[in-house]
């Protein structure tokens, strides 16, 4: 429902742009059109508007112009969806096409493009890929003229060839045999921002060159100096400057003589920054030198912290740490052999401890070597520590000795098109010589070192980078450091020798706050220490996962249960249930509910009524409940105009939760004011829509327009808020009910009935007018949204009211026409796990077969598969560097879990169903035991198992079974008790407690009282 899209702030620096030049009159047609941003919005000379295509690849934009004219370039303006790989192609009758212009690996934002002026009447723009998941997206785009074309002049070589010099070929180029010092010399012809350049030389580069660059042609300014060139793409970032006049001086060639291909000019808005300057160190480098956002390529990663606490560390799939929520990184090397080894030369694994708890590890395995990194967090919520155990171990035949090196930089581990980018390190102080050794950054005991260290060092940005040193198997001779444009990097390294079969271990850890304890460890303790520690955390999350046991045969699907119930925990902020750690690092209330509705099912209460004591506080007078929310209980300012109607229901369901699992009568009777201010509230929302204007419209007698999707801006008509309203409503009927206060269950009935029968109406109105069959998402674009629709089922239990309106055609639909084509491995996709919550929907209306199938497709995708989550986002093409949310993103774990735990049992109507479920080829020669697993009407176990009645299959020539589930708990449910025959063929007969009992088609049977034998004849 929320993977937001970035919302660029722009800055307009003119709300309309000049004329294109001396086109006068353009056409403007597009291969595909997102919404109503279409392709004459990239042409009107605004750019508040934009193109914006469909959400694939290739996608196309074409120019035609009323008469053939001379065109020597484009700008284009990009939005953040940009073209990673784009041509340009110039036709004088739109069948004959010329590429002039080619580039792989575009940044985005400005594109100042030149190339050899022609006569063209049709200009198109070919993004052959995009550099993130949504579609191609420009602003604005300007044509350039005879009259732009920019005058360069050589200080030598071939007069024939200066033109290729930008001509936007870089297989042409400009090349002299001459030596020393030459020169290159570019007159724009007019002042324009310049923020950097891009060189691409031929065989010849230039060793030593400088670019100055003048507005008057008399006054001269060096804005670039080169400090290592090595020839191919060099990209130049400068600080903005306004330039008529470049001249690229070339002091010393490589070889003999110069060769330059192309220059392209960037705009100002790619001026140079601490993030550019990074990009180009990585450009230039190996990959596996730097974190691989750097590279433009996604890492994933996951989550580790204590219960509650505000602070959470990150380590990424290939080993990577992120101690703190926009701080620096850790990231290990290898130096061995004369070699640098990073994780792109090793066999890389990740794996949790037990493979379920916040214990992270990510193994490098290089022809044997293994470095085994693990990070941990142990602590009382407020001073919690992230601990770091390496473990080297040589598993070869031979003795292995080097060197490994922790990187430190001012790069998170989160990237810039996650909100993350770079960090600040100004000054780095080395005090190795202490025991235990500690890294300061920034006046901060940063990294506490219990290993003894070989060596460390510093550097400042001025001077290089780390990596100069540790690829060498060096380290600079400085311990301390100031940056002032703090961009300072360090490095520890520790030597090792190991013969076959050794290990080393290399202790460090991070902590946001001093304990007693930690200050008298030193290194001689460190093992001793860090195993008491490591087996606390252990036993800590074990006992908290003790309340409920889940055991069958595909282990990975209660693994999954576990650890997002752990991480539920540890991405809450102190009372505040929170879908990630850091870009979603904040509250909304129906992911709350949806959390809490996990944490109930899994025996957590006490966390859930902190969250619901803190959010009813959050109330406002009228009775809203803010739909996203900070720590301190205040909307962020970013989200003040938005309009989510979801939360009311979302909250009076979470109430309702609650009371149905613990029974605390007292809780909800001071929750019951709250309850009646959010459905009043909804009440008074509706009548909005219930005036004569709104007759006769698909609007009349709902929830107005809301921004409940990220889909949905401007405000829309989301059925999501309707569904969320009917079962708060319902709810708040038995609230009202089991609190004696009969007198308001009439105003909240009626409310529910006519909000219902206007919503169906509306339905079918829309199906009709729109000739649609399926539940819309909302009103406005009739939009197919199965996985909104799904909600419908679960938790709102409206689907006996809209099955006669689409309700399974929505869902088949989705599972026909999306879900099936993804399902062979290598299937493109990029999709919401939110999906989940169509294979709960599928569940509980009998349709197991497609749950299953659907569960174990969502389980083939985690990333990375062993720490068992998702992000917001999953894509096919893994490394392309696109929005994920947050990883683990856990109200989607949250979603997860419940379905998981419905596997096992679940309550609809005031009913419990018992192994709906269950796979039954987890049942061959396996037994299925589930102990103490909460629900509304206490806690249920059971034991199921399979065994093949020999003699019965001899008789018939056919395989005969006998299911046998013994039942227990403290269950008092106002309807009976279902059990659902987890068998694929056919069920002959059955008894309870030693009595025969009918089973339905649907393969129920019913259960009076517990504890019950059940025992089950089938046959294939």
Not at 262 to 290: D, M, R
Not at 300 to 316: F, H, K, P, Q, R
Not at 383 to 407: C, E, F, I, Q, R
Not at 581 to 592: H, M, Q, T, V
Request: hydrophobic share 35%; with cysteine; net charge neutral.
């Amino acid at each position: 429902m929320r993977y937001l899209r970035t919302i660029t702030a722009l800055i307009i620096f003119s709300c309309l742009l000049a004329p294109l030049c001396a086109f006068s009159e353009i056409k403007a047609t597009s291969s595909s059109v997102q919404e109503n941003f279409g392709p004459r919005n990239a042409i009107d000379g605004n750019m508040a508007t934009r193109w914006s295509s469909e959400f694939s690849d290739p996608q196309w934009l074409l120019l035609e112009l009323d008469q053939p004219k001379i065109i020597s370039g484009v700008i284009i303006y990009w939005e953040a969806a940009f073209g990673e790989d784009y041509q340009v192609l110039l036709s004088l009758d739109g069948k004959d096409w010329k590429v002039v212009f080619e580039i792989k690996g575009a940044d985005g934002k400005t594109d100042d493009i030149y190339f050899k002026p022609q006569e063209a009447r049709y200009v198109k723009i070919i993004c052959q890929k995009r550099a993130t998941s949504w579609g191609a997206s420009i602003f604005e785009i300007k044509l350039k003229s005879s009259e732009d074309v920019p005058l360069v002049v050589v200080s030598s070589g071939n007069s024939a060839q200066v033109s290729n010099i930008m001509d936007g070929d870089i297989t042409t180029c400009w090349t002299t045999s001459e030596g020393g010092y030459q020169w290159v010399a570019i007159d724009l012809k007019k002042v324009k921002p310049v923020g950097g350049f891009q060189l691409n030389w031929g065989k010849n580069y230039a060793a030593d060159y400088e670019i100055v660059v003048s507005g008057d042609n008399t006054n001269w300014k060096q804005v670039y100096k080169s400090k290592k060139p090595n020839g191919g793409k060099d990209l130049i970032y400068i600080n903005p400057v306004d330039v008529r006049f470049i001249k690229i001086k070339c002091n010393k060639p490589s070889a003999k003589g110069y060769s330059l291909c192309e220059v392209f000019i960037k705009g100002k808005n790619e001026h140079a920054t601490p993030q550019k300057y990074y990009e180009v160190l990585a450009e230039e480098s190996l990959p596996g030198y730097f974190p691989k956002w750097l590279y433009k390529k996604q890492e994933y990663w996951t989550v580790v912290g204590v219960d509650a606490d505000v602070n959470e560390s990150l380590i990424s799939e290939n080993g990577t740490i992120e101690p703190y929520k926009n701080g620096f990184s850790i990231m290990p090397f290898i130096y061995i052999d004369n070699k640098l080894i990073t994780a792109y030369d090793c066999k890389v694994d990740q794996k949790l401890k037990k493979n379920y708890l916040p214990i992270a590890s990510v193994v490098w395995d290089y022809n044997g070597l293994k470095l085994e990194q693990t990070l941990f967090a142990h602590g009382e919520k407020g001073a919690p520590v992230t601990y770091a155990w390496y473990k080297l171990k040589n598993d070869t035949s031979s003795t292995k000795k080097g060197k490994v090196y922790l990187a430190i930089r001012p790069v998170q581990l989160n990237p810039p098109w996650q909100y993350g980018g770079m960090s600040e390190i100004s000054n780095i102080d080395c005090k190795i010589n202490n025991d235990p050794a500690v890294i300061r950054i920034d006046g901060k005991d940063a990294l506490i070192i219990l290993s003894k260290p070989k060596n460390a060092g510093v550097i400042k940005s001025q001077d290089g980078e780390i990596i100069d040193y540790i690829s060498k198997g060096k380290l600079p001779l400085k311990k301390t450091t100031f940056d002032a444009k703090k961009l300072a990097t360090a490095a520890v390294c520790f030597e090792f020798n190991l013969a076959a079969g050794k290990a080393r271990d290399i202790f460090f850890y991070m902590p946001r706050k001093y304990t007693s304890e930690l200050q008298n460890i030193k290194i001689a303790d460190a093992s001793t220490y860090y195993n008491k520690i490591l087996s606390e955390t252990i036993n800590y999350w074990d006992n908290k996962l003790s309340k409920i046991t889940i055991d069958i045969p595909q282990k990975e699907v209660v693994d999954v249960f576990k650890s997002n119930i752990i991480y539920l925990l540890i991405n809450r902020d102190d009372f505040a249930l929170q879908p990630g750690a850091r870009n979603y690092e904040r509250s909304w209330i129906r992911d709350g509910a949806v959390m809490a509705a996990a944490l109930l099912r899994a025996g957590y209460f006490d966390e859930v009524r902190q969250y619901l004591d803190w959010i009813s506080t959050c109330q406002k007078p009228d009775g809203e409940l803010p739909c996203i929310l900070e720590r301190n209980g205040q909307m962020p300012g970013w989200a003040e105009t938005w309009t989510e109607w979801d939360g009311q229901g979302a909250y009076v369901f979470a109430i309702s939760e609650y009371y149905r699992f613990t029974k605390d009568k007292k809780f909800l009777e001071d929750k019951f004011d709250s309850v009646l201010k959010a459905l009043k509230f909804t009440e008074n929302l509706r009548k909005q829509r219930l005036t004569p204007q709104y007759e006769n419209t698909y609007f009349y007698g709902i929830l107005p327009e809301s921004n409940s999707h990220e889909g949905y801006f401007p405000a829309q008509h989301s059925l999501w808020d309707d569904f969320w309203t009917l079962k708060g409503l319902k709810e708040g009927q038995y609230i009202a009910k089991e609190l004696g206060r009969e007198d308001q269950i009439a105003w909240m009935k009626k409310e529910e009935n006519d909000l219902r029968k206007n919503l169906i109406n509306n339905i079918k109105l829309i199906q009709e007018k729109r000739g649609i069959k399926n539940i819309p998402g909302c009103f406005e674009k009739a939009d197919f949204d199965a996985t909104s629709t799904a909600i419908s089922v679960w938790p709102a239990e409206e689907d006996s009211y809209l099955m006669d309106i689409g309700l399974m055609y929505t869902l088949d639909t989705y599972y026909k026409d999306t879900l099936l084509p993804r399902l062979p491995e290598g299937a493109k996709s990029a999709y919401t796990p939110y999906e989940i919550r169509t294979a709960t929907a599928y569940l509980m209306l009998g349709e197991k077969e497609k749950a299953l199938i659907m569960m174990n497709y969502f389980l083939r995708d985690r990333r990375p598969l062993n720490w068992n989550h998702w992000g917001e986002v999953v894509h096919d093409l893994i490394e392309r560097p696109q929005y994920i949310g947050d990883m683990p993103h856990t109200w989607i774990g949250a979603i997860c879990a419940n379905f998981i735990r419905s596997l096992f049992v679940y309550e609809r109507d005031d009913t419990l169903y018992l192994a709906a479920g269950i796979d039954d080829n987890w049942l061959e020669d396996n037994q299925i035991t589930v102990k103490n697993l909460p629900t509304y009407y206490g806690n249920i176990s059971y034991s199921l198992k399979i065994s093949l009645n020999k003699f019965m299959t001899f008789i018939f020539r056919k395989n005969r079974y006998t299911i046998t589930c013994d039942i227990t708990g403290n269950i008092s449910c106002p309807n009976d008790l279902i059990f659902v025959v987890p068998f694929d063929g056919d069920v002959l007969s059955a008894k309870v407690n030693g009595r025969s009992v009918k089973v339905d088609e649907t393969k129920k049977i019913k259960i009076k009282s517990i504890p019950a034998k059940i025992i089950v004849s089938c046959q294939e």
